[in-house]
């Protein structure tokens, strides 16, 4: 039979095996035990911290603190999620944690183990903005065809309607018609990914201002 020790021994090594940041504290909250994961989260190691208060490494958590208080006092384990922990060192994380009251021969302990989510978190966010953008792209491709589909229409009366004007001052309008559907087929191109490099060009504005004095006049 092992002694007591001995079994508090191999709890600590078994502990230590654990990949997920386990905390062991007095009924007082200080610091009894962390194992290695603990301390990459905490960003404290177990000597150091060895009988401090929880509170001199996690700052200003009440929520943190009335949980414990429940847990000590109710024995019933609790957890809770999306936890926001601020490190004595001004570092943030959001975690799950669950509490539960550990009864030892002459002394009560707590059991508090910690999940940090803010990395998964970040990354299902990332991924549904990700998945709602694509599916707005997949709409916009799907209506390109029904707007460059009458764009095209128009293009085209407005080159067959030129055609016909007996006056060649009036194809100043129809010019304009075409450069409008111009300019907005290459809009539609550009929101459904079609983008072609600028055509950068030098433009004499003097011919611009002409061009709208002739359509106004």
């Given at each position: 039979?092992?002694s007591?020790?001995?079994?508090?021994?191999f709890?600590?090594?078994l502990l230590?095996?654990?990949t997920?940041?386990v905390?062991v504290l007095?009924r007082?909250?200080?610091?009894?035990?962390?194992?290695p994961?603990?301390e990459?989260?905490?960003?404290?190691?177990?000597?150091?911290?060895?009988?401090?208060?929880?509170?001199?490494?996690?700052?200003n958590?009440?929520?943190?603190?009335?949980?414990?208080?429940?847990?000590l006092d109710s024995?019933?384990?609790l957890?809770?999620r999306?936890?926001?922990?601020?490190?004595?060192?001004?570092s943030r994380?959001l975690v799950d944690y669950?509490?539960?009251?550990?009864?030892q021969?002459?002394?009560?302990?707590?059991?508090?183990?910690l999940?940090?989510i803010?990395?998964?978190?970040?990354?299902?966010?990332?991924?549904?903005?990700?998945s709602?953008?694509e599916?707005?792209v997949?709409?916009?491709?799907g209506?390109?065809?029904?707007?460059?589909n009458?764009?095209?229409g128009?293009r085209?009366?407005a080159?067959?309607?030129?055609e016909?004007?007996p006056?060649s001052?009036?194809q100043?309008y129809?010019?304009?018609?075409i450069?409008?559907?111009?300019r907005?087929?290459n809009l539609?191109?550009?929101?459904?990914g079609a983008?072609?490099?600028?055509?950068?060009?030098?433009?004499?504005?003097?011919?611009?201002l002409e061009?709208?004095?002739?359509?106004?006049a």
């Amino acid at each position: 039979m092992i002694s007591k020790t001995q079994f508090e021994a191999f709890n600590t090594r078994l502990l230590d095996q654990l990949t997920t940041a386990v905390v062991v504290l007095d009924r007082d909250f200080c610091l009894y035990h962390l194992n290695p994961a603990a301390e990459e989260l905490l960003e404290t190691s177990d000597r150091h911290s060895h009988k401090l208060p929880i509170n001199d490494i996690v700052r200003n958590n009440e929520e943190l603190t009335q949980s414990l208080n429940a847990v000590l006092d109710s024995g019933n384990s609790l957890i809770v999620r999306q936890a926001k922990l601020v490190l004595a060192n001004g570092s943030r994380m959001l975690v799950d944690y669950a509490i539960s009251r550990l009864e030892q021969p002459g002394s009560t302990l707590l059991l508090l183990e910690l999940q940090e989510i803010k990395r998964s978190w970040n990354i299902s966010r990332k991924e549904a903005l990700l998945s709602t953008h694509e599916t707005a792209v997949e709409m916009i491709r799907g209506l390109s065809h029904e707007i460059r589909n009458p764009l095209g229409g128009i293009r085209g009366a407005a080159q067959l309607l030129a055609e016909e004007l007996p006056d060649s001052r009036l194809q100043d309008y129809t010019n304009v018609i075409i450069g409008e559907t111009d300019r907005l087929v290459n809009l539609v191109d550009r929101l459904t990914g079609a983008y072609k490099k600028p055509n950068i060009t030098r433009l004499n504005i003097h011919e611009v201002l002409e061009r709208v004095h002739n359509l106004v006049a």
